[in-house]
């Protein structure tokens, strides 16, 4: 059996292949070994009675995901893999990898990560080429609900929104500014938690105010993460993640301005993974 798996900070997917058909997907908490141990990584699945069900008789584990870039990161990831699924060779990776094979096929292009955390790479068509993007959300992430939850709250601190919006910020979470402070300073996985301001922009999203901030999350990431790659107007660039995938008419406005092609946006690769490595087989 062969499980593969794409994981962002906040959630996991895994799809399972025992020889003839793709069962899944199965979905677990998001492992970033910057945020989670070992000993985590196999606790949580050992809760999961859905993969607990299977566990012993996978011999193939293929996980891609967020922060997994040194040999020491991908090693904490997988020494809690290991012990879980007792029986399989375990593979870690980088979750731009993941990406690039999901949405480029055998073609280069240019492949990019706008959820949680954000991230691109070139792909030539068999390797991916990094720019040392990832610095995560403290001093990177543009184009993630990282970088627009941060924007919201800055903005709403130093009384920048429009008053409706301002308004409707304070009575949907009744947040003040040491409450703030304490969950982006004191609390675990504060990307995760910026990040899920992500639905107050879409319910504002036709608000010209909440439109430009989206806009210049956008324009931030294009700027940064792709047009610092040379001949990126002449491959399509491809994207993976819920930003890009809900806020689709936003990030093709954006390309629109910088005259870059848009390929495939999916809210999961996780799909286009699995169908790289049966066709591999």
Known sequence: ???????????????LYDGSEVKGPFHTMGF???????????????????????????????FFGAGCSSAAKK????????????NADVL?????????????????????????????????????HERNYGMGYILGDEGSGAHLGKKLLTHFLYNLLPADVHADFENTYHLTRDS?????YKQPNPN???????????????NHYIHELIMNNFRDFMTLYVCNYPDYQK???HFVGSIAF????????????????????????????????????
């Open 1 to 15: 059996m062969l499980l593969v798996c794409d994981s962002g900070s906040t959630k996991a997917d895994w799809l």
């Open 32 to 62: 970033n070994p910057f945020f989670h141990s070992s000993e985590l990584v196999f606790e949580t699945l050992t809760q999961n009675s859905d993969m607990a069900a299977f566990a012993a008789n996978v011999k193939e584990v293929k």
């Open 192 to 206: 995760v938690w910026l990040a899920s301001f992500s639905t107050f922009f879409t319910k504002h999203r036709d």
């Open 180 to 184: 703030i402070n304490d969950f982006v």
């Open 235 to 237: 491959v399509k660039v």
């Open 92 to 128: 870690v990776d980088h979750d731009l990898l993941a990406c690039a094979f999901a949405t480029c096929g055998n073609e280069p292009g240019i492949s990019c990560i706008t959820g949680t955390g954000s991230n691109s790479c070139w792909f030539d068509g068999v390797k991916v």
């Open 246 to 281: 809900y806020f689709e008419t936003e990030l093709k406005a954006v390309a629109k301005e910088l005259n870059i092609t848009i390929g495939h946006i999916v809210k999961q690769p996780v799909d286009g993974l699995m169908n790289y490595y049966i066709n591999k087989k």
């Open 75 to 86: 090693e904490q990831i997988a020494v809690g893999l290991r012990r879980f699924f007792s």
